[in-house]
């Protein structure tokens, strides 16, 4: 049967979704992605780090200013940064009231230069690798004070 427009061809239509945008954006991801969430192309520098942590269910990490941003439990936990100072050491992802609990714990983390939101531990420092594999370790023990929610940060309003 020839289409009614001959110099158009066939013509695929794509219907609407009966459900609001809203609801299609919040859908976790279909099963076959599941295992791939985890999959990093290119080993991070630092990935040691999170070694003791790939094993946890709701592990997985990403992209993020040119670092690897590791998740668990739903939160952002810690950023693995192998670049030039003050982007070479690990960021954890704290809220500001947790900042003081988390110096006295660990004497050698600082708030970043750049985002002094987080807590930046210098790979400079004398006791990175030890101080770096406790923090791994608080975070996979679900520690409160460690992560924050993704997207949870203040959007500034453009003018």
């Known amino acids: ?4 427009h001959p110099r158009r061809g066939r013509q695929v239509v ?6 609001p945008l809203s609801a299609v954006r919040s859908r976790p991801a ?6 791939m969430k985890s999959k990093v192309k290119h080993p991070h520098p630092l990935q040691w780090i999170l070694e003791p942590v790939e094993a946890e269910p709701s592990f997985f990490q990403k992209h993020m200013f040119g670092c690897q941003a590791a998740y668990l439990h ?3 936990v810690l950023v ?8 070479n050491g690990l960021l954890v992802c704290t809220s500001r009231e947790f900042h003081s609990v988390l110096i006295r714990d ?4 600082q708030p970043h230069p750049v985002l002094p939101k987080w807590l930046y531990l210098a790979q400079s420092c004398d006791a ?3 101080t ?9 023990k679900n520690d409160p004070r460690i992560g924050v929610k993704p997207g949870a940060g203040k959007r500034k309003r453009r003018k």
């Open 1 to 4: 049967m020839q289409s009614p």
């Open 14 to 19: 794509r219907q609407r979704s009966a459900k």
């Open 30 to 35: 279909p099963p076959k992605f599941q295992a």
């Open 74 to 76: 739903g939160r952002l």
């Open 80 to 87: 693995l940064a192998a670049q030039e100072e003050p982007w």
């Open 106 to 109: 660990y004497p050698a983390l």
């Open 128 to 130: 990175f690798e030890e």
């Open 132 to 140: 770096a594999q406790q923090l791994a370790q608080q975070a996979l």
